[in-house]
């Protein structure tokens, strides 16, 4: 009887040192998975990283470009000031000339009148 007694504290200590390995080996899988998981993570945040910077370049050529577009167009302004004013002016004569067209046409057609007496 003491040898049944002593195979089945063998058989199981066998399957507890089973369950133990067993529970060892899924434990380091999944310690092993999360592993794999958070070194691609670092890979991902390492190569996004490398994007931002050339998009930090980028911005900061753009930021360049544009204050060298700013002072080129500031020098522009007294151009348009006196595109302005030029307008303004042809805007002016061009109200004058129709006025004047009017007149015009007005004295010619009083000459006309004045001229063009029916014969006795």
Do not use: C, W
Request: glycine letters at 4%; aromatic letters at 6%.
């Amino acid at each position: 009887m003491a040898d049944a007694k002593e195979m089945d504290q063998d058989q199981l200590a066998e399957s507890v040192n089973d369950l133990f390995t067993s529970v060892s080996t899924m434990i380091k899988g999944e310690l092993q998975g999360t592993n794999n998981i958070l070194e691609l993570l670092e890979k991902m945040n390492a190569r996004v990283a490398e994007e931002y910077k050339g998009f930090g370049d980028v911005a900061s050529g753009l930021r360049v470009f544009v204050e060298q577009l700013k002072s080129k167009s500031s020098s522009f302004d007294d151009y348009v000031e006196k595109l302005d004013a030029i307008e303004g002016q042809v805007m002016e004569f061009e109200a004058v000339i129709s006025m004047l067209d009017k007149h015009v046409s007005l004295l010619e057609s009083k000459m006309q009148s004045v001229y063009s007496v029916p014969p006795s």
